[in-house]
């Protein structure tokens, strides 16, 4: 039994009483997220009411509570319908039932990954971008490989922003109530039947905290709300927010996820091997390890007992990622957590660049390296940044002695791979091949797929989200008043045959969005040129950063030129819904960070996975994947001079577009067929395919960080 299973079976049961007999199958499918990367599983939901499930963002519980009685007794007399429902709910079944893989874990004592964000699937909304998205990615291929681990994060009641673009290209943002009671989730109780709690000293105040579980496959993962009436307002608002913009309650979050997360799985009976600290948000469990050791008569070998049992990835060399507080920071709002004691000073040291000067501020990231018994970056290139910038905590070390080693990210697989060269590859890689995704062998029957197979998979995914701009896009341009005819060129102008160009991530300013629009006339000639090209846009800048709204509005100053409308667009409130059909449908997905800003950059593998070409800067993952026939780099050496850098790199983007993109997609056989192309899109998936998934990634982490000693 694992804490929360009988939590999970009464809701189970409640939502099956209310489903007609052939469905209630579905009851169980809808609180299990495994139905999100089975092949059948989001068009089987969609299928008993298309207008509901959009309108309950893909939620599985919502749809079947909300739906019209007449489309569900439709669905439960359709023999079809109910074969399909039948395999689903065995698929998931025989996936819970398989034992436990072997390994440096077991089920009794399970990796507990820590995270501060979790993107699983679009109707949670407790993420923001890539970390997020990576940390679902990790506990969906645990799910798959049968590794045991346990997922431990926030329960964020309004998530992460919701953002409108306005006629001028300036950004607004506004929050959504999540009420966890309609997602596919359960407030886990203890033995007497009450919601399981517990309390965690934040301020001046004992703050109770309830604990949520939601079932990503095999792996639960443990949301900690402190949203309950009992709680006064501040102690409610902790964990309203994701990346909420005051200091001190996202240190109050940290204190909650970290101290709070040790004491839920405590409280849950609940013994992990080891900790999984992804990111420096979470390092405060040491805390409470370090009170649990000294409660077990650790004594002086209490350090070291809690040091080997956390590792650490650091994701990001961007400061805004790397947060330091204040001594007197951390005191006004930790100072009332017992546990520090005699360790406090220890404690603030750790996380001071000069354990020895107290006016320096602690730093997360700092402490978890310290603190930590491994640690890693998330690209060959990212772990040379963080050997070099974070030196200065291991005096006495050269750069590249710095105990920081590197696991490149890598993408769950059946996530992320789409539609039609989803079908291509079932059919040609075989049976289970997603099991085998890290294998370069598994792989090799590419070699085998004729290039006009390739290629129609691609335009297929390219007019399947070309329907999709068209709706999205003019609904936008009509909500924020643009005229009309404008709003009506978005339903006109693409194209689904036009070369489509993507770049949608975090609005952050190293991402330089901006570059797209600092050669105007270049990007204008290449919408209205002999063979245009449609350029795809999409992205959020944090709330506080003025200066990533203000990319925003620049790009849409180009917005009023001829022939833009119906051949660009900026595609409001970028979320994993958006994400999924973007990297399945662009045939090129640019990627401009300044070096050496860019840790990984997951969406380009994304892309990859489906088809997709990359045309990116040598940073984060692309240094180690670009190999000269599978796509095309920008150089990624650092310039002092961040505008003359700017001015280099735009000059290259369309340089490339202009001379080797745009000729080589319109290069045709005979047959329609870009031959060069479609060649380079197999050398990309033959080299990047299993390099870059999920698969191989988290085997890493068991062999490389779980299993050492």
Sequence with gaps: MTAGDLDIERAVAELADDLPLPLRALARVAYDYRWSWSADGPALFAAIDPERWARSAHNPRRLLTETAQANLDRAAGDAAFLQRVARLALELAAERARPSCGGPVDAAHPVAFFCSEFGVHGSLPIYSGGLGVLAGDILKEASDMALPMVGVGLMYRSGYFHQRID?????????IDSDPERLPCVKVTGADGRALAFTVPLDDEDVEVQVWRVDVGRVPLYLLDTDLPCNSEFGRWVSARLYEGNRAIRLAQYAVLGVGGVRALR?????PSLYHLNEGHSVLCLCELMAQARADGAGDGAWERVRGQLVFTTHTPVAAGNESYQRDEVLAMLGRITELGA??????????????????PTAMTALALRASRHANAVSRRHGEVARAMWQPLFPGLSADQVPISHISNGVHVP??????MRALLDRYLGPGWMLRAGQAATWEPLRGIPARELWAARCEARAQLVQLVTRRATRDRLRRGDPLAYAKAAGSGFDAQRLTIGFARRLATYKRLHLVALLPERALALIGGAHPVQFLFAGKAHPDDADAKDVVHRVFA????????????????????????????CDLW???????????????MKSCLNGGLQLSVLDGWWAEAWDGSNGWSIAGDVQADAQAQDQRDAHTLFDLLEREIVPMFHQRDAEGVPLRWVEMMRNSLLRNGPRFSATRMLGEYVEQVYRAS
Excluded at 415 to 420: C, I, R
Aim: cysteine-free; glycine content about 12%; charged content about 15%.
């Design 167 to 175: 006629a001028n290209g300036l950004q607004h943002e506004y929050w």
């Design 267 to 271: 409280a849950l009976g609940i013994a």
């Design 343 to 360: 360790d406090r000073e220890r404690f603030l040291a750790l996380g001071r660049v000069d354990p020895a000067n107290p006016g320096q």
């Design 415 to 420: 996530t992320w791979l789409q539609g039609a």
């Design 558 to 585: 180009l917005k009023q030129a001829p022939g833009v409308a119906g051949r660009a667009a900026f595609l409001e409130d970028y979320d994993l819904a958006l994400a999924a059909p973007l990297v399945a449908g």
């Design 590 to 604: 640019v990627n401009l960070p300044r070096s050496p800003n860019e840790a990984s950059g997951t969406s380009g």
